[in-house]
């Protein structure tokens, strides 16, 4: 097991050309989205904008996308299309994909979450929703041909059939191998494993991050440094790295019961100020 610490962390952010344009620094779609769950496309959306991604479209459901529009100011959205080809037409353009962050739980969900994890050919972050639509559905997270990140909270780790009586590290490690996917077991000191036996530990991060959005916010910054390049197992501990310094930097400045995710979006260029300043020394 290896601690993710900043120069781990510094290690692993994706290079930027300085002559490169959006094109070069990858092409994110986040679906999500519902009634009542307009905050979560736009956190993943824009987080993922805050950790360099060129280009990030938000595909939300009809009915909420005049609300996610309007709060979206860097990324593009677009209401999802109804026939899904068209959509996995759009999506395929892309070099990464967040599916789920408060997408619902209705029947519709969980068919496009299925539909997509089936026939999507670029890396996926499932998140939140997506992975309690795959729950009931293991064979198709275990069969997918491409990429796959599950990023669960304990209750969604047990109803994925994940056991924790072995500890947060060994869980995590059976449930990437069970499955074929990087998992990012999130909580307290966050676990990344993937299906080779690699095994990470998170250093940063604080309590005051354990409020709704937080997760969606790391979802987006997966799917970022995936889009511009980094493997997943390696865009889930650089981005859970940063996520939680960010965090840090919040429960300083407004405490740990003031901060929100927005805030934690916000705090993403200090970050990374911090980590290229160590890095130039």
């Known amino acids: 097991m290896e601690m993710i610490t900043a120069e781990i962390a510094a290690g692993l952010l994706p290079p930027r050309r300085a002559n490169g344009h959006k094109g070069d ?6 679906a999500a989205g519902a009634i009542g769950y307009t905050g979560a496309p736009v956190y993943a959306a824009e987080a993922a904008c805050r950790t360099g991604s060129g280009l990030v479209f938000v595909g939300v459901p009809r009915e909420v996308y005049p609300i996610v529009a309007a709060r979206c100011a860097t990324a593009m959205a677009q209401p999802l299309p109804e026939e899904r080809e068209v959509l996995l037409e759009q999506m ?6 967040v599916i789920g962050p408060g997408l619902g739980r209705s029947p519709q969900a969980e068919a496009l979450t299925l539909f997509l994890l089936e026939k999507l050919p670029v890396p996926i972050i499932l998140d939140a929703d997506g992975i309690n639509a795959a729950a009931a559905h293991i064979d198709v997270l275990r069969d997918r041909l491409w990429p796959t990140v599950v990023t669960p909270h304990e209750g969604e780790f047990l109803r994925l059939g994940g056991d924790l ?3 947060r590290e ?3 490690l059976a449930m990437a191998r069970k499955l074929g996917c990087v998992v990012v077991l999130k909580g307290p000191g966050t676990v990344v494993a993937a299906p080779d036996g690699r095994v990470r530990n998170n250093t940063t991060g604080n309590c005051g991050m354990a409020k709704g959005g937080s997760g969606d ?3 987006g ?3 970022s440094l995936v889009g511009q390049g980094a493997s997943p197992f ?3 501990s650089c981005a859970v790295w940063l996520h939680g310094r960010a965090g840090d930097l919040c429960r300083r400045d407004l405490t740990a019961y003031a901060m929100t995710p927005p805030d934690m979006i916000g705090r993403l260029g200090a970050v990374f100020r911090e980590l290229l300043e160590a890095e130039n020394e």
Do not use: E, H, Q, T
């Open 170 to 172: 060994m869980a995590a």
């Open 92 to 97: 395929s353009r892309c070099d990464a994909a």
């Open 234 to 236: 390696d865009a889930a």
């Open 217 to 219: 916010v790391l979802a």
């Open 165 to 167: 009586s072995p500890g």
């Open 221 to 223: 910054m997966i799917a």
């Open 25 to 30: 620094f990858g092409r994110v779609y986040v």
